[in-house]
Each structure stands twice: as structure tokens, then as C-alpha cells.
């Protein structure tokens, strides 16, 4: 079992910056594919972006491309997502997701574990 915690969200104005943090527990973090997603009211979960176990493979949505970023740091067990020039439409629930099974594949969108979410709001 592992235990995912994200953190990070908060209200910002558009045009502004957060960066999101996730957790995950176990000792083969670096084993780990990892991934963002995120839900606005009444919409379907989005796929956000992804990250191979090495950090050398990302992937992102069209619709963040160029804006945010994805990174990991294995000795904090951490995954991060920067996310700059934010517009009003990023507003939503970010989740982050983990794989302990699967190899990398850019855009998947089956995961092992879920964590609870960062609630992420933009004022326009």
C-alpha cells in the first residue's frame, strides 16, 4: 500500500504561480511512475501530466503545455508540479497519482493509487 498526500494548492490571481507537492511513501519511490490529474466541478478527471521513474520522460496536456512543469526528487519521495502563467480555467482539484507496476507510457491513464487532492483556484 502506498500512502499519497499532495499539498501546495491555494486561491491565485491569473497570471500567478503555485507549486504543488506529492508525497508518496514506500522505499521504491524511485520505482514509481507518477503522474497529475485534475477534476473541476462537474467535469471529468483530466489528465494533467506524467514522469518516468529516471525524470528524464515527461508528458504533458495540451492545455498546460509550456505553462507547467513536472519534476521529482527521489530523496524527498516528492513529486512537483510548477504551474505558471495560471488562467481561470485551471481552476480544479489536483490529484496525484502513482504506479508501482506499469513502465512509463506518456498520457496513461490507469494508476495504482490516488491521493485526496489540492484544491487549486484562480481569480480572474
Known amino acids: 500500500q502506498v500512502q499519497v498526500a499532495e499539498s501546495g494548492g491555494g486561491l491565485v490571481q491569473a497570471g500567478g504561480s503555485l507549486k504543488l507537492s506529492c508525497a508518496a511513501s514506500?522505499?521504491?519511490?524511485?520505482?514509481?511512475?507518477m503522474a497529475w490529474f485534475r477534476q473541476a466541478p462537474g467535469k471529468e478527471r483530466e489528465f494533467v501530466a506524467d514522469?518516468?521513474?529516471?525524470?528524464?520522460?515527461?508528458y504533458y496536456a495540451d492545455s498546460v503545455k509550456g505553462r507547467f512543469t513536472i519534476a521529482r526528487d527521489s530523496a524527498k519521495n516528492t513529486v512537483y508540479l510548477q504551474m505558471n502563467s495560471l488562467k481561470p480555467e485551471d481552476t480544479a482539484v489536483y490529484l496525484c497519482?502513482?504506479?508501482?507496476?506499469?513502465?512509463?507510457?506518456?498520457?496513461?491513464?490507469?494508476?495504482?493509487?490516488w491521493g485526496q487532492g489540492t484544491q487549486v483556484t484562480v481569480s480572474s
Open positions: 514522469i518516468s521513474r529516471s525524470g528524464l520522460n515527461t
Open positions: 514506500g522505499r521504491t519511490f524511485s520505482n514509481y511512475v
Open positions: 497519482s502513482v504506479d508501482t507496476r506499469r513502465n512509463y507510457s506518456p498520457g496513461r491513464l490507469e494508476y495504482d493509487y
